[in-house]
Every structure is written in C-alpha cells, then in structure tokens.
C-alpha cells in the first residue's frame, strides 16, 4: 500500500486560507503598554489587539464566525469615506493567540514572525507585571 501526501482541502481549510491571506493584507496585531498618570497614582495596562477593518461587514463577519473569536464594530462614519467603515476586532488575549495559532498553516513565515513578535512583547509584558 502506498501513502500519499496529499492535502485534503475542506471547505473550512478554505476558509482558513482566504481568511489568512486577508488578513495579511490588510489586518494587524498590535501591543501598547499604556501608563496612565492620575492625582492618586499612576496605573499602567496593556493593549493587545489583533484588528482589520473593511466597507464590507459581511465580509468581516465571515471572519468573525470562522475563527469563532472577535466582534465586528460599527458603521463608523468619518467625514473623508463615503462608506462607511466596520472593525473586527480581537482583544482578548487568549483569543489573539488563539488566531494566531488557527492561522499559522496558512500564514506567510513573514507575517506568522510579526504576529508571533506581538504575542511575545505581551507575554513579556504580563511575566513582569505579575512579578
């Protein structure tokens, strides 16, 4: 008997690849560290969001419900676009991780890098906030 390396193509791979191919064009992961100065002291907390944004909602739900994590936001309306303008948005970090390892298979190494770097900078931030 002889094996084959063959992929299976289903359809959710096929979703997989197009919402990776997507989102490397036009999407993007992000972490700030934000300290924030009060009159009672200064608090300091992290953003980590993996984030697109498109004309088309439909489109963005369709991410939305094949990777099973975010929110699609709006319309927001701004006085330069005609259209207006929808977000999906991932902030939990469990959830950004989560993408990030949904869509490895079908990421440029390019892209995987920098999301991957995003996710370390956050993993290094939470290790020494909770020392």
Do not use: W
Not at 31 to 51: A, E, L, M, N
Not at 84 to 102: D, L, T
Not at 120 to 126: C, I, L, P, S, T
């Amino acid at each position: 008997m002889t094996t084959t390396n063959k992929k299976i193509y289903t359809q959710r791979n096929i979703d997989l690849a197009f919402v990776a191919g997507y989102l490397e064009s036009r999407g993007h992961a992000e972490f700030r560290r934000i300290i924030q100065k009060r009159k009672i002291g200064t608090s300091t907390y992290s953003r980590f969001i993996f984030r697109t944004s498109s004309k088309d909602s439909t489109m963005l739900n369709f991410i939305k419900d094949t990777l099973g994590v975010g929110n699609v936001h709006g319309p927001y309306y701004t006085h330069s676009a005609k259209n207006p303008i929808f977000h999906y948005q991932v902030n939990i970090a469990e959830h950004v991780f989560k993408v990030v390892k949904i869509l490895r298979p079908y990421l440029t190494h390019k892209t995987y890098e920098e999301f991957n770097t995003v996710c370390e900078q956050y993993r290094k931030f939470k290790e020494g906030s909770s020392s």
